[in-house]
């Protein structure tokens, strides 16, 4: 009997263990297009996360963009937004944005954010975050050569858009330029098919 009870507790225990929700890692850096993306903000960890926006319906939390001439060539803005919407006390986010990819896979150099996105994004690539620091909103830019955006996979063939890569940067919170921020570790691995379904 004393032999048989150590057993059924460590064997109780490893089940417990197996209910546990898994925590919140970093994806690993894929090109199969997984639909994941993570960095480390600070040394925080943000993934994607949805929420609800209670009139529209989901707030995804992996996003992509890109401009009207962007296709066939990708001679416009392409730019990747990864936010936690689960709720506003989290809620921080980074968006990523690259002028134009015509140069294809390889390293983007991060330059001065002018704070817009889309049609009205910058004239160089940048990054911009968004953090919630003690319930205050904080916007950060990125300046010049503050960063490197690796495209390790960009295919568009047949209506289909996969994306990969890789990032990180230093950002300057955008009113008071001495508080910088670290992004380290980001990845991203995108099929334009299968996201947010």
Known sequence: MKKILPFFLALLALSCSNDDPPKDSLPKATTIGANTAG???????????D?????????????????????PN???????????NESEDNEFGIVLYIRNMQNGNGDYI???????????GSNNNQ???GINKNGVNKTYYSSDESGIITIT?????????MYSGTFHATLYYKDDPSEIIEITDGRFDINSLTLNQ
Do not use: M
């Open 153 to 161: 996979r960009s295919d568009l063939a047949y209506g289909i858009s």
């Open 39 to 49: 960095c480390y903000i600070d040394g925080k960890l943000l993934v994607p996360k």
């Open 110 to 120: 991060v330059g001065q954010s002018n704070g817009d996105f889309f049609d009205n």
């Open 51 to 71: 929420g609800n926006t209670g009139f529209t319906g989901t707030a995804y939390g992996l996003r992509y963009y890109y401009g009207n001439y962007f296709w």
């Open 74 to 84: 990708k001679e416009d803005y392409w730019q990747l937004h990864i936010s936690n």
């Open 127 to 129: 990054v911009i975050a």
